[in-house]
């Protein structure tokens, strides 16, 4: 029901008879459970169960145990499938498959050319099908289409599997922020994303061990790279398996809890105020995205955090190599800058649960990015001093992913409404493809190993990173001023039960959302 609806049920109330007042409350009850997701409804309906702390706590480590490490483990394998191809390109690949002028930078960009293609139909498919089904179909094929990069012997080939690798990866992310929203409270998202999103880091540690082990593999059938494709397409396709046996589509179908467990794992959700479930698409909603500048804000940032990030993956062992260490230092150092990006992951979240101030924390991490960006910019590699400081700078450029993960999980807590919510998570996600396209074409071969024009661009992404957060904060304090004075005047609106919480209300329709920032 729209604010509008309630306002002018409750304001007519003075001046119609008791009876109209029973009928009126009577249609908006009726309106209120049309709502609700049916399945839903099973769980959230009746009387509103109070989940003491003992209680919350067995759950959220039930949770723990198998949906997160689901979450985690998936989003580790994901991203060490996708780093691959970085990791093999100074395994020779590249001259083995004659690779020349920007077709190894494509190879990443058609990835993402895919994702902007399949983005949204992507997320219009997550809100109606069962999520963890559909999540372990895609592992599926992506594990498969990357084992099947080791029969590629040229570009054409290359390009083949790796738009295929994009297409079945693109589901990973939009699935993960809404599982983040389905299973958790909003004061948990921070963390959770954190979580998942900071095995970009890891991945790094382990894939550096593993690729300087590959590396060995001088004789035999198959090439060291081919090995590497090989030996992560089969592991991933066995966990594959694992998800579509052990993971649960949402709260209300978890066969691995007891009905009583799952009706209070929706409670425990109510707070939420964005909703759990709903099948149904609104077209109030599909227009309130694009009126919303919350929803373009996190596309942007997106846009301003991927660009640079997926140029600085794609080239970080040929960046890293250029500074005058030896492929196998490479690898290993390597190791080094994943510690460093789950450091700034985990660090930036947990100041944002201890002291708040989201977005004031996410423009403080885009800070050291500008500065070792500079560096790199204007210091010439001569020696082994500029050698050492060089990659320290390179290693500080990369503080900015915090801001990407902050971002994320300001969508999932912030945004609300079924559709609307898979609107604003497809845009983040074409945008955050868009930026992941351009990102490596930036870097420029005629350049290497300074790129002068990449780093360039990456500057002006900060600048452009710091304004769109300092609007964006500016808006959350703007319209959290607007339902303070709103409610403040009408407190028979005020819904501190959270009784409307799965009503499948918008962040705007919702009079008693507040904004996190």
């Not at 080791?150 to 994009?166: D, E, I, P, Q, S």
């Not at 500048?293 to 890293?320: C, D, K, R, W």
Request: charged letters at 15%.
């Amino acid at each position: 029901m729209s604010n509008d609806e309630k306002i002018e049920v409750n304001s007519t109330k003075g001046s119609i008879t008791k009876a109209e007042v029973v009928a009126a409350e009577a249609s908006s009850k009726d309106l209120n459970d049309k709502r609700i997701d049916p399945e839903l409804a099973k769980y959230a309906g009746g009387e509103i169960i109070e989940v003491d702390e003992a209680t919350n706590k067995r759950l959220k480590n039930m949770l723990f145990r198998r949906v997160l490490f689901i979450m985690t483990v998936t989003y580790f394998l994901q991203a060490l499938d996708k780093g691959t191809l970085s990791f093999a390109s100074i395994m020779n690949l590249i001259e083995d498959t004659n690779l020349v002028g920007q077709q190894y930078s494509w190879l990443t960009t058609c990835i993402y050319i895919a994702v902007l293609i399949v983005e949204y139909p992507i997320n219009w498919i997550i809100q109606r099908v069962p999520i963890a089904k559909f999540l372990a179909f895609n592992i599926l094929a992506w594990s498969t289409v990357l084992a099947f990069h080791a029969m590629c012997t040229n570009f054409v080939g290359l390009l083949v599997c790796r738009t295929l690798l994009g297409i079945f990866e693109a589901s990973c992310q939009p699935t993960f922020v809404v599982l983040s929203s389905m299973w958790f409270k909003r004061e948990e998202q921070a963390m959770i994303v954190t979580v998942w999103y900071m095995m970009n880091g890891f991945q790094q540690i382990v894939g550096g061990l593993l690729a300087y082990a590959f590396t060995h593999i001088t004789s035999g059938p198959i090439k060291s790279w081919q090995a590497l494709f090989i030996t992560y397409g089969s592991f991933s396709f066995l966990w594959g398996i694992v998800v579509l046996l052990w993971m649960p589509d949402s709260p209300m179908r978890a066969k691995c809890y007891s009905e009583e467990d799952k009706k209070l794992l929706v409670e425990r959700v109510r707070s939420n105020q964005t909703g759990l479930q709903n099948k149904t698409f609104r077209k109030e909603q599909f227009i309130e995205a694009f009126k919303d500048f919350q929803v373009y804000a996190y596309g942007l940032i997106a846009f301003l955090t991927t660009l640079p990030t997926s140029g600085l993956g794609a080239f970080a062992n040929i960046i890293i190599t250029g500074f005058g260490f030896s492929v196998l230092e490479t690898q290993l150092l390597a190791m080094v800058l994943g510690a460093y990006i789950m450091f700034c992951l985990l660090s930036s979240s947990y100041i944002t649960k201890r002291w708040g101030h989201t977005v004031l924390v996410m423009m403080a991490y885009v800070i050291p990015s500008v500065i070792g960006t500079i560096v790199l910019l204007a210091v010439e590699n001569t020696n082994a001093a500029t050698q050492a400081g060089l990659l320290m700078c390179y290693y500080l450029v990369l503080s900015f992913w915090a801001t990407s993960t902050l971002s994320i999980s300001l969508l999932s807590r912030n945004v609300g409404g079924q559709t609307k919510k898979s609107v604003a998570v497809a845009f983040n996600f074409i945008c955050w493809a868009a930026g992941n396209a351009i990102g490596p074409q930036v870097f420029q071969q005629h350049e290497s190993p300074r790129y002068f024009t990449g780093f360039a661009v990456h500057i002006v992404c900060y600048a452009l990173l710091l304004l769109t957060l300092g609007l964006l904060r500016w808006h959350f304090i703007r319209q959290n001023r607007k339902k303070a004075e709103y409610l403040a005047e009408r407190t028979e609106e005020q819904d501190k039960e959270g009784r409307h919480s799965f009503d499948d209300l918008t962040d705007v329709q919702n009079p008693n959302f507040v904004y996190i920032y």
